[in-house]
């Protein structure tokens, strides 16, 4: 399957860009076809009406719209969506064809927090349902990431670990799913 995973922060240390990383090297091991959209190819110019789209944003659309899943790391801010990541869902919502309706989403997100970053989800999938993703029920939180993500970007908490598999077998299977309806 070619898949699209698209996060993290712009910080060159993001917590959420290392387990993203993770899941893409499980995602492709598992044989599935990675594109990995992170810092800088998603320091996008502002959108603003009338502006043409950057070739960055023009790359993430194309990617999008030959992608049957998209993977979301994404920090919590605020509770909410960090701002160059709503920009870039601003961008691609805009574009034509637009590559939301019926795409299969896995919301993931590492923080230093006791909650992993689960409030910053019910933001994404409101912005998720009103473009018409198919956002899956069930995601992948890393609380306290600081210290229970490994170097490459894995989970140490021994429940966690054991999630990743259980989430990632879910979203091909939905992804499968929709994908053979298509
Ligand atoms: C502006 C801002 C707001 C934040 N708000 C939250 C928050 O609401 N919840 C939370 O768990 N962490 C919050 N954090 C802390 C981030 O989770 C933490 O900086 C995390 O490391 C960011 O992800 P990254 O490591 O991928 O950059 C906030 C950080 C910043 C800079």
């Given amino acids: 399957m070619q898949l699209?995973?698209?996060?993290?922060?712009?910080?060159?240390?993001?917590?959420?860009?290392?387990?993203?990383?993770?899941?893409?090297?499980?995602?492709?091991?598992?044989?599935?076809?990675?594109?990995?959209?992170?810092?800088?190819?998603?320091?996008?110019?502002?959108?603003?009406?009338?502006?043409?789209?950057?070739?960055?944003?023009?790359?993430?659309?194309?990617?999008?719209?030959?992608?049957?899943?998209?993977?979301?790391?994404?920090?919590?801010?605020?509770?909410?969506?960090?701002?160059h990541l709503k920009n870039a869902v601003d961008w691609l919502s805009t574009m034509k064809p637009s590559p939301w309706p019926g795409l299969p989403v896995l919301l993931c997100a590492a923080s230093p927090g006791a909650f992993g970053g689960a409030r910053g989800h019910m933001a994404w999938r409101a912005t998720l349902a009103n473009m018409g993703a198919m956002a899956l029920?069930?995601?992948?939180?890393?609380?306290?990431?600081?210290?229970?993500?490994?170097?490459?970007?894995?989970?140490?908490?021994?429940?966690t670990a054991a999630a990743v598999p259980k989430i990632l077998e879910g979203f091909l299977s939905l992804a499968t799913r929709l994908h053979a309806k298509s």
């Fill in 137 to 159: 029920p069930e995601a992948l939180t890393v609380p306290h990431a600081d210290q229970q993500l490994d170097a490459e970007g894995a989970p140490t908490d021994a429940r």
């Fill in 4 to 83: 699209v995973l698209m996060g993290g922060s712009l910080r060159s240390a993001s917590l959420n860009t290392r387990l993203m990383r993770h899941l893409a090297q499980r995602l492709e091991s598992l044989g599935h076809q990675v594109s990995v959209f992170a810092g800088e190819a998603l320091r996008l110019p502002l959108y603003e009406d009338g502006t043409a789209p950057a070739p960055e944003t023009l790359a993430l659309h194309q990617a999008l719209l030959e992608a049957q899943g998209l993977v979301i790391v994404s920090p919590e801010y605020n509770a909410g969506i960090p701002g």
